[in-house]
């Protein structure tokens, strides 16, 4: 099993929810780190290990961000980190199926990343060796205690319960 960890600089967590019932606003969150482990001839005994920082949260609206880590949505400050702790993986279709322990605001619910089987390796100019993978999930927001919401005149409401994530991660492989 070979070791391999996120290059938080030239890897993105996106996400995208549904506003007034007429749109996706999108978002991503500048901060992340985390550690995989993956092996090509054995995909089902992979390993991920993520970390976000919550308060990295950015939706290019300083306005909404600083609503975004308040209590109402991420509550940043008694929740820095949302992480995801995988617990199996194993083959689907073209990529992986990775199911895990998904907390944000201390809430921890299932998850499944359905995974891009990584990049063959390539070495960058500095001799480190990488792969890539992207992985996408949508998850429930009132399932981790996010139920901030205001009812629409005509029905429904200004933010949607779905939201989706999108992870696109390079990856360094660890030194010997």
């Known amino acids: 099993m070979t070791q391999w960890s996120i290059d938080g600089s030239h890897s993105n967590v996106a996400f995208s929810v549904r506003h007034l019932m007429i749109t996706n606003v999108k978002g991503e969150f500048q901060k ?17 290990n993520v970390t976000i920082e919550a308060a990295s ?22 929740h820095p980190n949302i992480t995801f702790r995988s617990t199996s993986a194993k083959r689907s279709g ?8 998904l907390t944000i605001r201390g809430v921890t619910h299932q998850a499944t990343l359905h995974a891009t089987v990584p990049t063959s ?37 200004v933010i949607g319960e779905e939201v989706r994530i999108d992870l696109d ?7 010997p």
């Open 94 to 101: 073209d990529g992986l199926d990775v199911v895990g322990d």
């Open 169 to 175: 991660v390079s990856l360094v492989k660890a030194k």
């Open 32 to 48: 992340l780190s985390g550690e995989i482990e993956y092996d090509a001839s054995r995909p089902d005994a992979s390993r991920v």
């Open 121 to 157: 390796e390539q070495k960058d100019p500095w001799g480190n060796q990488r792969i890539g993978a992207s992985a996408t999930t949508t998850i429930k927001r009132s399932d981790f205690g996010v139920k901030f919401n205001s009812p629409l005149e005509g029905g429904g409401f």
């Open 57 to 78: 949260v950015s939706t290019r609206d300083a306005q909404r961000d600083t609503h975004l880590r308040s209590a109402d949505f991420l509550d940043a400050t008694n």
